[in-house]
């Protein structure tokens, strides 16, 4: 579902008390998929210690079939998916409207690319006047609201939802990368930001352990904070929950969504049909599926007269998380200059999902940041190779190399040496061809919308986009146009 599938290697160490994401100890596996099973909806089994993904096929047909019957539990939004998308979108209805809501999962929260990434919602590499630009802006003003809000109400936005002034930098080691970076900074300050550009001498004040050489240099956004996104999904569901008991949210999770119901007479979507429930919705369905939105579309729709095609694509990504790593620290949120290029990467890789992962053919871009519980996170990596959610030690060697040639200290010491202390966080990114994800209604679909595609800006573009789908259900005024986001 909006969760895609997510592997992350824990060792020697058990999941963090204060954060409520329901992991057990040790692996996490969300086994990978054949080629034979891509094209349908995931169900999810917890045996021993492990969730394994199974294949579910759709039991009752899209077509015209109407709602079952008034014993069915009625909402009037039904949300599909419950990463940072959906939980987000499932807030905003509670929150600004008086509109009951349900989310229906076929995993839990943070069982996804949510969990697995990094956590930054930084604005150094955004590019002003882009398709994206304003509701970047737009959901980094709502997440600082947002943390403005915690600290009125008297609570601690780091413990809540890991909420860390890191600043962003985007680092470049040549003549070249620094001119290219001058300019990054003009434009961020003609935009409103309080960007600048670091020399070299300057850098090193910063980052001490970082070494660029003489030619190097920044553009730094020393407002810019990251969060942690399970402590933040943790903290947002749990606000979700508290309308729970005035009849107006309901979750669903370890349900499968098996079709959609239309009315025969307005062809408007009525309820979603799960493996366990039909949940009727009076108002709006939401696909907030993420990298299973595809398949999930194809699916439901398989057996009707509609065609559409969703042409998200999984985008395989790596993390290398460090405990207790004292070689050095980082103060400030890193990217190498190539990131912006390595983000919009489209790779030559094969998508067939039962080929295994090459790492030749992944794109490598230094990343880093220290967590709130200060251990060192490093990566990344992008690859198109179906679901595939194996670890590839051979890209985790390239991650540490890339990291390497930025800070030498790293050179001293032994990944290998590093293992009992260290997570490996595998998701799937949600990519769509164009690099915009899609923000509203289903095409044929009457009362149906997509927020779906965000790839690695889910964190950052997550408040804005449930803003919008809120403004278009209730056919209000939106802060952000959007046009650009249409399928």
């Not at 164009?434 to 679909?445: A, E, F, R």
Request: hydrophobic letters at 40%; glycine letters at 8%; aromatic letters at 6%.
């Amino acid at each position: 579902m909006a969760t895609s599938a997510l592997k992350i290697a824990l060792t020697n160490r058990s999941p963090d008390a204060a954060v409520p994401c329901r992991y057990p100890a040790g692996t996490i596996r969300i086994s990978a998929l054949s080629n034979t099973t891509k094209a349908h909806p995931l169900s999810f089994s917890q045996s021993s210690t492990n969730y394994e993904a199974t294949r579910f096929r759709p039991t009752r047909a899209f077509g015209s079939n109407r709602v079952s019957g008034s014993g069915d539990p009625a909402f009037d939004v039904v949300i599909v998916g419950a990463g940072i998308i959906g939980l987000t979108i499932a807030r905003q209805f509670l929150l600004g409207s008086n509109l009951s809501v349900a989310i229906v999962d076929a995993a839990v929260p943070c069982a996804g690319a949510t969990g697995a990434g990094q956590g930054y919602i930084w604005r150094v590499h955004k590019i002003p006047g882009s398709d994206k630009w304003e509701l970047a802006m737009r959901s980094h003003q709502l997440w600082e609201e947002m943390a403005e809000s915690i600290t009125i109400q008297g609570m601690d936005p780091l413990l809540e939802l890991g909420w860390k002034k890191t600043g962003s930098m985007l680092v470049g080691r040549t003549e070249e990368d620094c001119l290219a970076l001058r300019k990054k900074v003009e434009n961020l300050v003609d935009a409103g930001l309080g960007a600048k550009f670091l020399s070299s001498d300057e850098l090193m004040a910063e980052e001490p352990s970082l070494n660029l050489g003489k030619e190097g240099g920044a553009a730094f956004m020393p407002d810019d904070c990251q969060i942690d996104a399970r402590r933040a999904v943790a903290f947002i569901e749990k606000a979700n929950r508290a309308f729970a008991a005035e009849g107006r949210y309901a979750e669903f999770f370890y349900e499968p969504v098996t079709g959609l119901l239309r009315s025969e007479s307005s062809g408007e979507v009525e309820a979603v049909q799960t493996s366990k429930t039909t949940l009727r919705s009076k108002k709006a369905v939401i696909i907030a599926a993420g990298s299973w939105t595809g398949s999930l579309m194809h699916d439901i729709l398989k057996d009707s007269e509609i065609e559409l095609d969703f042409p998200v694509k999984p985008r395989k990504g790596h993390l290398l998380v460090l405990e207790n790593f004292k070689s050095f620290k980082v103060n400030h949120g890193l990217m190498e200059a190539g990131y912006v290029n390595h983000e919009s990467a489209t790779l030559s890789s094969t998508t067939d999902p039962g080929n295994k992962s090459d790492a030749n053919t992944a794109s490598i871009s230094m990343t880093a940041t220290m967590d709130m519980s200060g251990r060192l996170v490093l990566g990344s990596s992008r690859q198109l190779v179906g679901f595939d959610t194996e670890i590839d030690e051979s890209i985790i060697d390239r991650i540490w190399d890339r990291a390497s040639e930025f800070f030498p200290q790293l050179k001293e010491a032994s990944l290998r040496e590093l293992s009992e202390s260290r997570e490996v966080r595998v998701g799937l990114r949600p990519y769509m061809p164009g690099g915009k994800p899609v923000i509203g209604p289903v095409p044929g679909l009457p009362m149906t919308f997509f927020a779906a595609g965000h790839e690695g800006e889910g964190l950052s573009l997550a408040l804005g986009t449930a803003e919008m789908i809120l403004n278009m259900v209730l056919e209000s005024p939106h802060k952000v146009s959007p046009a650009p986001f249409s399928l």
